[in-house]
């Protein structure tokens, strides 16, 4: 059987809304690193990788979000993103998206699922 392209990532109700947490993808050779945000009461799940360099985004270690808490900002040049659509609205790679991680609730447990293009 292949590797499992689920991971459970979080319970239920363990992020406060406007508050981040990395994870880990289990992708081939090395596992991918990717980051839950809740905005709002929502999560949404990103890879976290810039779409300007492909570099990771976190300023402080496990910290996505700026000062304003609206905005996913990449640490290297200061791209912002919009945390729940992935969409970049200022910055070089203004216009292009994250890669989004898709997300599902099984019972208490949030499962997130290897994106199809990794
Ligand atoms: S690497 Fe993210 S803005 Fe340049």
């Known amino acids: 059987m ?13 992020l406060a809304p406007g508050t ?7 992708t081939a050779g090395e596992p991918t690193e990717a980051f ?3 905005v709002d009461g929502a999560l949404h799940a990103w890879v976290n ?3 300007h360099v492909a570099m990771t985004m976190d300023w402080v270690e496990g910290r996505f979000l700026d000062e304003s808490g609206r ?13 729940d659509t992935g969409r970049c609205v200022s910055g070089p790679p203004c216009g292009r998206f994250l890669v989004r991680v898709p997300l599902r609730v099984d019972g208490d447990r949030v499962v997130a699922t290897v994106p199809e293009e990794l």
Do not use: I
């Open 2 to 14: 292949g590797q499992s392209r689920e991971v459970v990532v979080a319970a239920v109700g363990d």
């Open 20 to 26: 981040t947490r990395k994870f880990l993808l289990p």
């Open 36 to 38: 839950l945000v809740n």
């Open 49 to 51: 990788r810039c779409r």
């Open 71 to 83: 905005y996913v900002v990449c640490a290297t040049h200061g791209a912002l993103y919009e945390p």
